[in-house]
T-cell receptor, first 112, second 113 residues
Framework: GENVEQHPSTLSVQEGDSAVIKCTYS??????FPWYKQELGKRPQLIID?????GEKKDQRIAVTLNKTAKHFSLHITETQPEDSAVYFC???????????FGKGTRLSVIA | SAVISQKPSRDICQRGTSLTIQCQVD?????MFWYRQQPGQSLTLIAT?????????ESGFVIDKFPISRPNLTFSTLTVSNMSPEDSSIYLC??????????FGQGTRLTVV
């Protein structure tokens, strides 16, 4: 089955700097890669996703890139703000009827 | 988007007892899933709740310990049976079709004493 590795496990950045979180997946047939943000005590919320037919997607300060050949995808947050502090999870959907598999998460701290 | 109501939001239970968690969705959905999230950890899939048939369990999870019901396309329950302190965790209901956005309930924080 699908296996998703996520790095780093913790990340601290100064406010205004950029943050990058990287994930790799094992199933070359995987075709959908969402990123979730989970604030303390709250449910995971989708912040951006990408499908295997595109290489990059942007939404304001957030972007995701996908390299299908290398089987890795990354989350980029620019101009970080204190409210970006949270745990971020990458995930992958394999081909066929397989459920979402999550990475272990990255705890991002934005220091004002 | 789907709106998911999950209850209870939290509970403290005695070891050896059982707790049933309910998940109600505001629209019919094909796929419903149950996840466990231990403190500071990622989300681990327990099972896929199938409407009209037995749930599909992931490795390490068994029906006797985590019986699941899915009587219709908007509702599911997860029971944590014969609880021990190791079952203390957050349990999350999720809905979403394969290959598209997954939505989560607010979670049930379970503490077993």
């Amino acid at each position: 089955g699908e296996n998703v590795e996520q790095h780093p496990s913790t990340l601290s950045v100064q406010e205004g700097d950029s943050a990058v979180i990287k994930c790799t997946y094992s199933d070359s047939a995987s075709n959908y890669f969402p990123w979730y943000k989970q604030e303390l005590g709250k449910r995971p919320q989708l912040i951006i996703d990408i499908r295997s037919n595109v290489g990059e997607k942007k939404d304001q300060r957030i972007a995701v890139t996908l390299n299908k050949t290398a089987k890795h995808f990354s989350l980029h947050i620019t101009e970080t703000q204190p409210e970006d502090s949270a745990v971020y999870f990458c995930a992958a959907f394999g081909a066929g009827n397989t459920p979402l598999v999550f990475g272990k998460g990255t705890r991002l701290s934005v220091i004002a | 988007s789907a709106v998911i109501s999950q209850k209870p939001s939290r509970d403290i239970c005695q070891r050896g007892t059982s707790l049933t968690i309910q998940c109600q969705v505001d629209s019919q959905v094909t796929m419903m899933f149950w996840y466990r999230q231990q403190p500071g950890q990622s989300l681990t899939l327990i099972a896929t709740a199938n409407q009209g048939s037995e749930a599909t369990y992931e490795s390490g999870f068994v029906i006797d310990k985590f019986p699941i019901s899915r009587p219709n396309l908007t509702f599911s329950t997860l029971t944590v049976s014969n609880m021990s302190p190791e079952d203390s965790s957050i349990y999350l209901c999720s809905v979403g079709d394969f290959g598209s956005e997954a939505f989560f309930g607010q979670g049930t924080r379970l503490t077993v004493v």
